[in-house]
């Protein structure tokens, strides 16, 4: 039982790049999230999703899209990278409750941008 | 709107001395707080967590009270350990949202 995993650990870009980071997780959970953890700033929420073919935004969402196509895997894309977006991202998962239940977190992802 | 805040860090203590981290929040209703912590280079894991007024939360030998009166959601150690150094994140959850509002997190650096 793997739990969360995410691809790539890190990642350099050139500004203007696209790239994909891919979070994966073997517990059948239904919610999955992305959020960017800056320095100072916390966690913030960027975009979730609440089932396979369906996503919303969260707090920061510009600049990023997602997909759910399979219910294991929540993608997230960066179609035209800029410096800003330099951060570290996490994927959570979590079984749909009523705001009661523990997400479950994968390592990161260190994206930075040029 | 809702939200998290924690005192800011880094805390720096000497092994076995006591540990207080505070947080409080904001947020309409009733919601349920959360503590994760996260180790260096790792992602987060929850330490524990409280679902209503006046419940206790505990793991580890970490404990913090749902404290509606005051808004509050302390966390507490008797006796830190060198193990424990991480970043420390209090954040809330509405009912029925399972969206999660991080404060900014709390650096713990204990030395032997």
């Known amino acids: 039982n793997a739990g969360v995993t995410q691809t790539p650990k890190f990642r350099v870009l050139k500004t203007g790049q696209s790239m994909t980071l891919l979070c994966a997780q073997d517990m059948n959970h239904e919610y999955m999230y992305w959020y960017r953890q800056d320095p100072g700033m916390g966690l913030r929420l960027i975009h979730y999703s609440v089932g396979e073919g369906t996503t919303a935004k969260g707090e920061v969402p510009d600049g990023y899209n997602v997909s759910r196509l399979k219910k294991q895997n929540f993608l997230l894309g960066l179609e035209s990278a800029a410096p800003s977006q330099t951060s570290v991202y996490f994927c959570?998962?979590?079984?749909?409750?009523?705001?009661?239940?523990?997400?479950?977190f994968g390592p990161g992802t260190r994206l930075t941008v040029l | 709107g809702d939200s998290v805040t924690q005192m800011e860090g880094p805390v720096t203590l000497s092994e076995e001395a006591f540990l207080t981290i505070n947080c409080t929040y904001t947020a309409t209703g009733y919601p349920s707080l959360f503590w994760y912590v996260q180790y260096p280079g790792e992602g987060l894991q929850l330490l524990l967590k409280?679902?209503?007024?006046?419940d206790k939360g505990s793991n580890k030998g970490f404990e913090a009270t749902y404290r509606k009166e005051t808004t509050s959601f302390h966390l507490e150690k008797g006796s830190v350990q060198v193990s424990d150094s991480a970043v420390y994140f209090c954040a809330l959850s509405r009912k029925n949202t399972d969206k999660l509002i991080f404060g900014t997190g709390t650096r713990l650096q204990v030395f032997p």
């Open positions: 959570a998962s979590s079984v749909p409750g009523q705001g009661t239940d523990t997400q479950y």
């Open positions: 409280a679902t209503k007024a006046d």
